[in-house]
């Protein structure tokens, strides 16, 4: 009997050690609100995560502008506030 390995192999993930915001986004349609992650790496780029599936990737976009226009499209809105990269090194110093 052959047996199949059902482990997910973890993704390759994009932005690690190399992002430089954050942000949290919500449908407040839903209840309770769905969230979205919109991180921003140092090139520029921003990638938008879904916690709710293991934060996976479910959007690259080239610019922020990009990113939030597809958010906003999707009737999601931002929470108020963002988070850094600079911010989180300096309360680890």
Not at 22 to 48: A, F, R, T
Not at 83 to 89: K, L
Request: glycine share 4%.
């Amino acid at each position: 009997m052959q047996i199949t390995n059902t482990i997910p192999s973890p993704e390759l993930d994009p932005v690690k050690n190399n992002w430089s915001f954050l942000e949290v986004w919500i449908d407040p349609m839903q209840s309770p609100p769905y969230v979205l992650l919109l991180l921003g790496d140092k090139s520029g780029s921003c990638h938008i995560l879904d916690p709710a599936a293991q934060y996976k990737s479910i959007n690259r976009c080239d610019t922020y502008d990009e990113a939030q226009l597809w958010l906003l499209e999707d009737e999601y809105e931002p929470m108020e506030g963002r988070i850094s990269d600079a911010e989180i090194n300096l309360g680890r110093s």
